[in-house]
Structure formats: C-alpha cells, structure tokens
Nanobody
C-alpha cells in the first residue's frame, strides 16, 4: 500500500509563511508527477502547484511568485513553500502523487489534507 501524509499546516497572519510537506511511504517503485491542491467548503478542489520527477514546475496565476514547490526524490517527499500568504489562501491543502508500486501498478494517491488558515 502507498500512503501520503501531509504536515506543516497551521494558523498564520497575512503576509506570513508556511512550509508544507508531503511524505510518501509504502511499497513504492517510483513516483512521477506530484502536486498540491486545496479546497474550501462548498468549492471544488483547486490546483495549486505541480512538479515532475525531473523538477519541472507549474503554478496557477493565483499563487505564482508566492508559492514554490520542490521535492526530494531520495526521501519520496514533496514540499510547498508558501510566502506572502493571503486570507484567500485559507483552505485544506492536499498532496497528490502518481505512483508505481512494487507490483508495477500505477495509480494516483491523495493525502488526508492539512488545514492552512490565514487570519489576523
């Protein structure tokens, strides 16, 4: 089985920073693309950032220049550095990974989510 566990969420003031982590564990053979998404009550899950296994990144305009996605392939871990946080960044943040397991089965997995609240 493959598990993704997010950490690093919390309460921060506007303009502040947080760093989220997503650790993948289990019977992992390889991980392709990884990404961060966020969701607020009553709204669809929203794309935040994506990184390929080679390190190519992609962001929507809403976070470009403020958020930075990175990954440590040796540790099967992904990060999201969030700077200049705004109240509208408040959401539950989820990580997602495209994983090939030890049985050569490929599937996308989600973490359980971590709450980020930006408020004064």
């Amino acid at each position: 089985q493959v598990q993704l566990v997010e950490s690093g969420g919390g309460l921060v003031q506007p303009g502040g920073s947080l760093r989220l982590s997503c650790a993948a564990s289990g019977s992992i053979r390889s991980i392709y693309g990884m990404g961060w998404y966020r969701q607020t009550p009553g709204k669809q899950r929203e794309f935040v950032a994506f990184i390929t296994s080679g390190g190519t990144t992609n962001y929507p305009d809403s976070v470009k220049g403020r958020f930075t996605i990175s990954r440590d392939n040796a540790k099967n871990t992904m990060y999201l550095q969030m700077n200049g946080l705004k109240p509208e960044d408040t959401a539950v943040y989820y990580c997602n990974a495209d994983v090939v397991d030890s049985g050569n089965e490929r599937a996308r997995h989600w973490g359980q989510g971590t709450q980020v609240t930006v408020s004064s």
